[in-house]
């Protein structure tokens, strides 16, 4: 069951893909994708979130779709936090997508 | 952000402390109820510190026992805290009240007129004028709406003949009268009895009688200080007999007019050398940028140690650092060093009395009127050895010589 859901929200998605392709729209626009902007290592932008999973000074843990990114750094904090976008603070020194 | 940062301080915020192990579900849970939450940052393991509108705290109690994460406010920031925290303290905001009231208050009065002249005031004293003013309601301690400034300004004009112009601004607390005076009748205009007298020593040339009685006539020698024309003229006339001028009545006292000219002469004696040495610049020169401290110490701070050249002209300008009224103990020093050279010229004989008479010329130019005429001119040599000539110069001039001198009539 679960298997078979997977199976259809991915195809769905690989379609959505492809439309967005086809008529140049960008991706994060249709597909809800985060769309990260970074000012050197100091700030970090994050638009399209799906809430926080986890938050510490070294390291803060964000839901997006498709999986997690996780932000790892020094003296991290939350500078702004609304519905749709986070702001990050501090020393950046590793962003790594969880699948 | 800045722009944010001042509307938080109005609208006023709370720092709080959030406690418990689930605090990314109390983060989670602020952002889809959509509570603004910033400057969120971790204390330590089980504890964050975060940014709230005093308005949301009561919404975050609710969160707050759902994810059961209490939290405490450790601090209030803001505009209504402080608000508060005046009403507490109400002799100081009244204080400061009464300050704004009195320093407007007072600033809606004329504290000081002046009055104030392109020209020095001849007609009339400050003192008049402000009299004028104080008469007319413009005085220290009178509020500045009641100040008609145009009107005021015209009813001195017209109170004041001596002025032709009279304007009122008011600057602040202080109230400027700017005054033109009407412009001196000229006291020559009116007859006034005078003689033309000679302004220097010489020999008439031509004489001009516009009123008057001529004393000298052409060829004359006079002397400085001689009457040449009189302002005391007896009307003459002609004997039919003899055909000499007979003087009958009683002279009358007139203003001497008239045009004297004369010649003139004048004399320097000047001594040039023949052999000229000196020094003169060689057009190389160096700076000097130094801070002096006090009277004592002087930093170099670019240029040459000590002068660059064997002789030398120094140049020196010196500014000090000033801050409002303040003078600083501190002088930037700009040394300019010229590097001189002995010359040695010689001029001849004939090159060094030529050098002499335009010397000498150029020392007497400044006797002469300005529009006088050089007619002649003579070089005598006086003295004369292989370095120096000492010469006396003549010159001759052409100019009017003629000066007036008033004086009382004597009266019987």
Redesign the interface.
Known sequence: MLKATRFLWEKTRRIQNQFAEALEIPQDALLDLPRITMIGDAQLYLENHKGIIEYSTEKIRVSVLGGSLEIIGKDLTLKNIKPDEIAAYGTIKQLVFVK | MLLARILNFFWGFCIIRVAGSR??RF??L???E?I???????IDEEE?W?KVYVSDIGKLRHIARKSRCPFKIIAKRGLPFLLLRAEKRKGLVAGIILFMIMLYGLSSFVWFVDVQSEKPLELLTKEEILAEAESLGLKPGQPKGKIRTDELARKMAVNLPQLTFVSIEIQGTLAKIEVVEKKVVAEEDKERPAHIVAAKDGIIEEILVLAGDPRVKVGDTVQKGQVLISGIALSKKIDSQTGEPIEEGLPKIVEAKGIVRARVWYEAVVATPVIETGQRKTGAKKEQWSVRLGNQKQIIISGPRTAPYQSYEEERQSRTIKWRNLNLPVEIVHTIFYELETYRYNWGREGALKKARAEAIEELKAKMPINSKITDSKVEVLEESDKLIKVRVWIETREDIAVKQYFQPETD
């Not at chain 2, 603004?36 to 971790?42: A, F, G, S, V």
């Open positions: 605090k990314e983060i989670n602020v952002i889809t959509k603004p939450l910033w400057d969120i940052r971790q964050l975060a």
